[in-house]
């Protein structure tokens, strides 16, 4: 399974990183990744015109797209868009932190998942 990833590079930029999930079939259940411990499950909903300026992510998390999509600047003006059922992995919890913007106007929902 596939997912980005964000994070700081050793100069405090944020990057974009395409990163593999290795899943493994486990038969009439489906396909599974390892477990991955978590900490605490965050659900959110943001305005229609939600657009928030550069920001870090509040610690190590996924962040799952359940009903619209994000557009994420990084701090070296990479633009890239995510739509509705893809995962990030948002790392960059320190550096020049990052920008997020609703793709249509509209309220949208998330959920965010803490990691260790």
Do not use: C, W
């Amino acid at each position: 399974m596939k997912i980005t990833r964000v994070y700081a590079d050793s100069n405090g930029d944020s990057m974009f990183e395409e990163i593999e999930v290795p899943l493994t079939d486990r038969g009439e259940i489906g396909r599974l990744s390892d477990n991955i411990k978590v900490t605490t499950l965050q659900m959110r909903t943001v305005s229609a015109d939600y657009d928030y300026d550069f920001h870090h992510a509040p610690q190590r998390q996924y962040i799952v797209l359940l009903d619209g999509g994000v557009e994420i600047e990084s701090s070296l003006g990479e633009i890239r868009q995510f739509q509705t059922g893809e995962i990030l992995l948002m790392e960059d919890t320190g550096g020049k932190g990052h920008r997020t913007r609703n793709l249509e106007k509209r309220e949208r929902t998330s959920l965010f998942i803490h990691l260790d």
